[in-house]
């Protein structure tokens, strides 16, 4: 399956396509979030589409924009349609009687009743809850997020959650958009954020990998080392004669069958010497999570190439 049919968009994304379809010219179609318009003669084919993207109705005398509604959202389990009941207070901020608290408080009981139509959806909910979790630990951006939500939603669509725990079904969509996207976000910083352990999360991982045919991208070294230098705060220039390092090994094919964490291990820890740091070969090699045989084995491959 192709990064389109996985991350699916909606109207109100402003996506364009194009078609040989004009019943006229027989000219190419662009499709727009408001019309439908040959490119070659003008002629518009359909206009008026709906618009999901947000209302803006209300002026006040300040001329600020206020919303009439909240926007969709694929990171919640009914795209944001919910409604929250409030518990003291009203719309106002005037406090409620201890007759209407009492009103309210059965109207949000049969709410809660009636929140979910399935068991399925109850999955959803607490997976798409766990995936902003994760999201949030690790500082990831809004749009890993809605992506993660989005390819949560196909995985089980696809039936993966099946004898899987639904912790480890997040935690790697979590990994998986991070591969996608080129981010260096190992299994073991996910795990660590995640309520499953790394077995899991791999297995998880694998299916998804498998069934719905992700477009990952191979880890290199060069995507490790900025955080490895920002946990181990070494200086600008260090950090770049490391990266230069981590490429030059790639063009030779010394990465060929290693790991890009001592890969970058290494190259951070042969750049420090070279400008007089003195760093821990035991504290870089625990960050990076390698070992420190593998760091001075991969420093001593990489003294062939700096010259």
């Known amino acids: 399956m192709a990064t ?7 109207i109100d994304e402003d996506v364009q396509t194009t078609a040989t379809d004009c019943p006229d010219c027989g000219g190419s179609v662009r499709t727009t979030d408001r019309e439908t318009i040959c490119e070659d003669c003008g002629r518009i084919l359909e206009e008026t589409h709906l618009d999901r993207g947000p209302d803006w ?4 005398e300040q001329g600020s924009k206020r919303r009439t509604g909240a926007p969709l959202t694929p990171t919640r389990h ?4 919910s409604t929250e009941i409030g518990y003291k207070r009203d719309g106002n901020g005037n406090t409620l009687s201890s007759r209407k608290r009492r009103q309210l408080n059965r109207l949000r009981r049969e709410q809660s009743r009636a929140r979910w139509q399935s068991k399925a959806e109850r999955n959803l909910a607490y997976g798409l809850s766990e995936i902003r979790r994760i999201v949030a630990s690790l500082g990831l951006a809004q749009s890993i997020r809605n992506q993660a939500c989005s390819l949560f939603r196909t995985a089980q669509s696809e039936q993966l959650c099946r004898g899987r725990s639904l912790e480890a079904v997040a935690a790697a969509s979590v990994y998986a958009t991070s591969r996608c996207n080129g981010l260096g976000r190992s299994r073991a910083e996910v795990t660590a954020c995640a309520r499953c352990d790394q077995q899991r999360l791999t297995t998880a991982y694998n299916a998804m990998n498998v069934e719905l045919e992700l477009p990952t991208q191979p880890i290199a070294a060069t995507d490790r080392i900025p955080r490895l230098a920002t946990e181990l705060e070494v200086p600008d220039h260090v950090r ?5 390092l981590a490429q030059r090994a790639r063009e030779r094919g010394l990465t060929i069958g290693c790991r890009p964490s001592g890969i970058a291990a290494g190259c951070l820890y042969l750049a420090a010497q070279r400008v007089g740091l003195c760093l821990s070969q035991q504290r870089i090699a625990d960050i990076a999570g390698t070992s420190p045989n593998t760091l001075r084995n ?7 190439i700096d010259t």
């Open 298 to 304: 991969r420093r001593d491959e990489l003294l062939e």
């Open 4 to 10: 389109r049919e996985i991350y699916t968009t909606t």
């Open 57 to 60: 109705g209300r002026y006040d």
């Open 240 to 244: 770049r004669r490391a990266l230069e």
């Open 78 to 81: 009914d795209r944001g349609l």
